[in-house]
T-cell receptor, first 111, second 112 residues
């Protein structure tokens, strides 16, 4: 079945450490997105990519970085510059006017 | 800029009663509108969309939504609520750049 796979499901970060969240899709979608969700809040866009080797900052890109070397993959790195990284991170993909498909998220916590 | 409002943080309804989750939007041009549902510790699942055509859109799990251009609303409805419908519901609008703007979410609780 086609879908989006996010890993790991739970991740812990130490102070000063960078961590990378994986997002892989086999839907052949051009566009991919990273969102951050905090308790009781909606989704905030971190980065998005409409095509391979190109990506754009979203509303809250500071302290995060991404790459898009392959159509299927859009990893997110949470850097040590992100001072409040504890959140639920969601990856999504879409094609044209069709709705986004979402992965099941990665919950990041601080040790 | 596009924006989406969901005026109710929480909606409570008794099982078997009709439910409505409200959404209003602001967008330049014709809107592409979506509803998603989120269960705990899961991603968002697509329920239904409005792109063009009939104002009443039918979606998954018996949900439907009514597009009202004059009121810039896209309320989610279901004739008879189930306890299993209890979840977090998000309304979203898509702009021409393929980006989606989400509302803050409405938590639906269906009471047995």
């Amino acid at each position: 079945d086609g879908g989006i796979t996010q890993s790991p499901k739970y991740l812990f970060r130490k102070e000063g450490q960078n961590v990378t969240l994986s997002c892989e899709q086999n839907l052949n979608h051009d566009a991919m997105y990273w969102y951050r969700q905090d308790p009781g809040q909606g989704l905030r866009l971190i980065y998005y990519s409409q095509i391979v080797n190109d990506f754009q900052k979203g509303d809250i890109a500071e302290g995060y970085s991404v790459s898009r070397e392959k159509k299927e993959s859009f990893p997110l790195t949470v850097t040590s510059a992100q001072k409040n990284p504890t959140a639920f991170y969601l990856c999504a993909s879409s094609m044209g006017v069709w709705p986004q498909h979402f992965g099941d998220g990665t919950r990041l916590s601080i040790l | 800029a596009q924006s989406v409002a969901q005026p109710e943080d929480q909606v409570n309804v008794a099982e078997g009663n009709p439910l409505t989750v409200k959404c209003t939007y602001s967008v330049s041009g014709n809107p592409y509108l979506f509803w998603y549902v989120q269960y705990p510790n899961r991603g968002l699942q697509f329920l239904l969309k409005y792109i063009t055509g009939d104002n009443l859109v039918k979606g998954s799990y018996g949900f439907e939504a009514e597009f009202n251009k004059s009121q810039t609303s896209f309320h989610l409805k279901k004739p008879s609520a189930l306890v299993s419908d209890s979840a977090l519901y998000f309304c979203a609008v898509r702009d021409y750049g393929q980006n989606f703007v989400f509302g803050p979410g409405t938590r639906l609780s269906v009471l047995p």
